[in-house]
Nanobody, 122 residues
Framework: QLQLVESGGGLVQPGGSLRLSCVAS????????IAWFRQAPGKEREGISC????????DYADSVKGRFTISRDNAENTVYLQMNSLKPEDTALYYC???????????????WGQGTQVTVSS
């Protein structure tokens, strides 16, 4: 059974940084495209970044481009999301998803984690 576990969320002031981790168990991550999504209360789930199985291809939503960086360490079965210059509007529950296929920013992913909360507030 594919399992993803996110961590690294928390409370941070505007302009601060966080690094989220998505750890896979039950499968080898290097065959899967991994994406990060987020969902704020009352809003739809938003795809914010994805990375291809060997990391050669990435994509970002316009809302995070230039501030967030996705990376992966297949030896550690982990995908990271480095978030810099955080804004209050980045506040949301952040999820990672896995799929076999192209890197896409819509929720066409087969496995999901439970999420980690990010709150940006002074």
């Amino acid at each position: 059974q594919l399992q993803l576990v996110e961590s690294g969320g928390g409370l941070v002031q505007p302009g601060g940084s966080l690094r989220l981790s998505c750890v896979a168990s039950g499968f080898t991550l290097d065959k899967y495209t991994i994406a990060w999504f987020r969902q704020a209360p009352g809003k739809e789930r938003e795809g914010i970044s994805c990375i291809s199985p060997v990391g050669g291809s990435t994509d970002y939503a316009d809302s995070v481009k230039g501030r967030f960086t996705i990376s992966r360490d297949n030896a550690e079965n982990t995908v990271y999301l480095q978030m810099n210059s955080l804004k209050p509007e980045d506040t949301a529950l952040y999820y990672c998803g896995a799929r076999e296929g192209l890197c896409v920013l819509w929720p066409a992913y087969d496995s999901w984690g439970q999420g980690t909360q990010v709150t940006v507030s002074s």
